[in-house]
């Protein structure tokens, strides 16, 4: 009992951010035939589920093809004034499943998922992330992107209903702010 309360003390705090939910992680459908080649390149982040490693503004996500076929991830965000970035690495995990995505920043962590739900490669694209927490609960993170720092309403609100209609609880969505992006740096 001791261990399962510090354990719950020792978790809580890295999910205060988060979107917590009881039970495990849902299973929604993925991109059919995803080919990650068009993919590839610069996205930026029209909306997110809540996530504490993700405090500023102009968040974007550059995905690149390395040689030995993983995926170079950079992500960038402007914090406080400064520039901030940090490279991690992706890979397919399943071949079967070319849009189930696992991603890394660090060496000592294992992937994340990061499931493309749907994307047109050209305009937007969602993105799902789930892990679970002893079967008990799960954390999520959902992102909206576009090839722009802007998308009109209407796809953001077609966005949100994919992911509702995949038992993706997106109510504490919010916009990621996109403006003055250019000019502060």
């Known amino acids: 009992m001791k261990l399962s309360l510090a354990l719950v003390a020792f978790i809580l705090p890295l999910i205060r951010a988060q979107v917590p939910h009881w039970g495990p992680c849902p299973e929604p459908a993925v991109q059919p035939e995803f080919t990650l080649k068009q993919f590839m390149g610069r996205w930026f982040e029209i909306a997110k589920l809540p996530a504490q ?15 030995d076929n993983s ?48 994307t047109d490669y050209v305009n937007s694209a969602l993105v ?8 008990l609960f799960h954390v999520d993170f959902a ?37 003055g992006c250019e000019k502060t740096l």
Request: hydrophobic fraction near 35%; charged fraction near 25%; charge should be positive.
């Open 143 to 179: 992102w909206i992107l576009s090839r722009t720092r802007t998308l009109p309403e209407s796809t953001i609100e077609k966005a949100r209903e994919v992911f509702a209609s995949n038992n993706i609880d997106v109510t504490r969505m919010i916009a990621s702010k996109q403006q």
């Open 53 to 67: 490693f993700e405090k500023g503004r102009c968040i974007e996500t550059n995905f690149s093809m390395k040689a």
């Open 128 to 135: 799902y992330s789930c892990t679970d927490v002893l079967r």
């Open 71 to 118: 995926i170079r991830v950079v992500s960038s965000e402007i914090l406080k004034g400064e520039l901030r970035k940090i490279e991690g690495t992706g890979v397919i995990e399943d071949l079967k499943n070319p849009a189930k995505l696992g991603i890394s920043y660090s060496y000592v962590l294992p992937y994340s998922p990061y499931w493309i739900l749907a």
